[in-house]
């Protein structure tokens, strides 16, 4: 079955500063993986996906497939940058396409 | 457009109840996902439909249930409701079914049985 890790419930870093979160996931089939956002008081939207290999609000990921990661870099925090952040895989076939997400990682980047 | 929207933005149910949440999809939108969210976890999916047909259903009991109309809102029914089944339940909807497509949230519906 599909997994998703994410091992920090809490990330604090300091304005300015290189953030990183992270995401381990297993699965046998070809992974598609997401990194949902979700800020105060908003619903859960995208910020990015693999395949689209796209920079968002200065937000990086990078599939590695032998390690079956994929981490979440932004060089510079910025306090707007606080929020609960999600990493999610698409899995299809045996009757499921959803979304498989991990426990989350609440990003707080402090002035 | 108001993007994905969900009715009721809260709900009180006794255990042993049944309760009907309703979603609206982004217009254009034919696909409709269920997810839970328990306190302190991320989503966990129920079901999936497309075109009014269920696409894919999570590891849920079958007291949990979802259909989609001609006009693609989506229902989703929990029956004999259990202490463990409060949480908030999140609908999405996408262009089309399956895993590449973004899917767009709604606000949530959060359910507490007492």
């Known amino acids: 079955a599909q997994r998703v890790t994410q091992p920090e419930k809490l990330l604090s870093v300091f304005k300015g500063a290189p953030v990183e979160l992270k995401c381990n996931y297993s699965?046998?089939?070809?992974?598609?993986l997401f990194w949902y956002v979700q800020y105060s008081r908003q619903r859960l939207q995208l910020l990015l996906r693999?395949?689209s290999r796209e920079s968002i609000k200065g937000f990086t990921a990078d599939l590695n497939k032998g390690e079956t990661s994929f981490h979440l870099k932004k060089p510079f925090a910025q306090e707007e940058d606080s929020a609960m952040y999600y990493c999610?895989?698409?899995?299809?076939?045996?009757?499921?396409?959803?979304?498989?997400f991990g426990k989350g990682t609440h990003l707080i980047i402090q002035p | 457009d108001a993007g994905v929207t969900q009715s009721p933005t809260h709900l009180i149910k006794t255990r042993g109840q049944q309760v009907t949440l309703r979603c609206s999809p982004i217009?254009?939108?034919?696909?409709v996902s269920w997810y839970q969210q328990v306190l302190g976890q991320g989503p966990q999916f129920i079901f999936q439909?497309?075109?009014?047909?269920?696409?894919g259903r999570g590891n849920f009991p079958d007291r949990f249930s979802a259909r989609q109309f001609p006009n693609y809102s989506s229902e989703l029914n929990v029956n004999a409701l259990l202490l463990g089944d409060s949480a908030l339940y999140l609908c999405?909807?996408?262009?089309?079914?399956?895993?590449?497509?973004?899917?767009?949230f709604g606000p949530g519906t959060r359910l507490t049985v007492t």
């Open positions: 999405a909807s996408s262009v089309l079914a399956g895993g590449p497509y973004e899917q767009y």
């Open positions: 699965y046998s089939g070809s992974p598609e």
């Open positions: 693999h395949i």
């Open positions: 999610a895989l698409a899995y299809s076939g045996g009757g499921a396409d959803g979304l498989t």
């Open positions: 217009s254009g939108h034919k696909s």
């Open positions: 439909y497309y075109e009014k047909e269920e696409r």
